[in-house]
């Protein structure tokens, strides 16, 4: 069973960095592509970016390219997603996902619980 978990959320203000950690365990993990998704306050999730397996291949959303930068350590069974210059728009809960077999940005069915990243103006 893939069990994801997510951490690295916290309070920053406009303008600052955080780093969001997803540390997974289960079996063939390094073959799933592996994504993060957000879900601000009365909002539907959405997709924020996502990686292959070999981590040669990225996708993001539009209004974080340039921003944010996913990237995983398959050694580690860790995927990460360092998010720069942050606004108050990217206030959500952020949510780790691993999938195979679907089109990048379509989420898998295993998910994490969620961490959550407030940014202050």
């Known amino acids: 069973q893939v069990q994801l978990v997510e951490s690295g959320g916290g309070l920053v203000q406009a303008g600052g960095s955080l780093r969001l950690s997803c540390a997974a365990s289960g079996p063939t993990l390094s073959t799933y592509n592996m994504g993060w998704f957000r879900q601000a306050p009365g909002k539907e999730r959405e997709f924020v970016a996502v990686?292959?397996?070999?981590?040669?291949?990225?996708a993001y959303k539009d209004s974080v390219k340039g921003r944010f930068t996913i990237s995983r350590d398959n050694a580690k069974n860790t995927v990460y997603l360092q998010m720069n210059s942050l606004k108050p728009e990217d206030t959500a809960v952020y949510y780790c996902?691993?999938?195979?077999?679907?089109?990048?940005?379509?989420?898998?069915?295993?998910w994490g619980q969620g961490t959550t990243v407030t940014v202050s103006s």
């Open positions: 996902n691993a999938a195979t077999g679907v089109p990048a940005g379509v989420p898998g069915p295993y």
């Open positions: 990686i292959s397996w070999s981590g040669r291949a990225t």
